[in-house]
């Protein structure tokens, strides 16, 4: 059962350059999310899809698009990578948006250093 | 400004001891929490969640309490035991929409000593 899958685990680029952060569920989940975890700020949410076809901006946006390209993934793509986005990067996924008991479930993370 | 607070950055425990980790939030209309457990290397998994209708929840050694007047939540394990050593995220999130997913705590690094 893989639940949240995302690739690629390890990345370093360079300043400017750009890539895509790939993300799939198998849960027939409805919503599902970017995060960032950094040293001693939890992790904050940088993009969230409520349901296929639909996008919205989270809390750390800046520097950063998304594609929901259908119910089972999300990609994350940074244009012009920059050094304050290193950092460790999370897909998550959850059965629907915005209700009580809604439970998010993560992927394994991807480690991104801009140098 | 944070709206959920985890004040202990880390906290030691002997292993068999209980482990009381703390959580302090700020948004009124938060309405449902969970906690979440990370390893090194690892996405963060689900441990135990509650709603703010109730004011406890179990789930074998795992024990969440929930002060609605306080705006406050612990998570309890007993007892302790070397595999709980890691990080633990207070999270919450609001059934009224805004900003969607979760607001997570900056987490307490839990190490159970034997």
């Excluded at chain 1, 970017?34 to 409520?50: C, E, F, K, T, V």
């Excluded at chain 2, 449902?32 to 709603?51: D, H, M, N, R, V």
């Excluded at chain 2, 997913?101 to 034997?114: A, D, E, R, S």
Aim: a neutral charge.
């Amino acid at each position: 059962n893989a639940g949240v899958t995302q690739t690629p685990k390890f990345q370093v680029l360079k300043t400017g350059q750009s890539m895509t952060l790939q993300c799939a569920q198998d849960m027939n989940h409805n919503s599902m999310y970017w995060y960032r975890q950094d040293p001693g700020m939890g992790l904050r949410l940088i993009y969230y899809s409520a349901s296929e076809g639909t996008t919205d901006k989270g809390e750390v946006p800046n520097g950063y698009n998304v594609s929901r390209l259908n119910k089972r993934e999300f990609s994350l793509r940074l244009e012009s990578a920059a050094p304050s986005q290193t950092s460790v990067y999370f897909c998550a996924s959850s059965p629907v948006r915005g209700v009580v008991g809604n439970t998010i479930y993560f992927g394994e993370g991807s480690w991104l250093t801009v140098v | 400004d944070q709206q959920v607070k985890q004040n202990s950055p880390s906290l030691s425990v002997q292993e068999g001891r209980i482990s009381i980790l703390n959580c302090d939030y700020t948004n009124s209309m938060f309405d449902y929490f969970l906690w979440y457990k990370k390893y090194p290397a690892e996405g963060p998994t689900f441990l135990i969640s509650i709603s703010s209708i109730k004011d406890k929840n179990e789930d074998g050694r795992f024990t969440v309490f929930l002060n609605k007047s306080a705006k406050h939540l612990s998570l309890h394990i007993v007892p302790s035991q070397p595999g709980d050593s890691a990080v633990y995220f207070c999270a919450a999130s609001s059934s009224g929409g805004g900003a969607d997913g979760l607001t997570f705590g900056k987490g307490t690094h839990l190490i159970i000593q034997p």
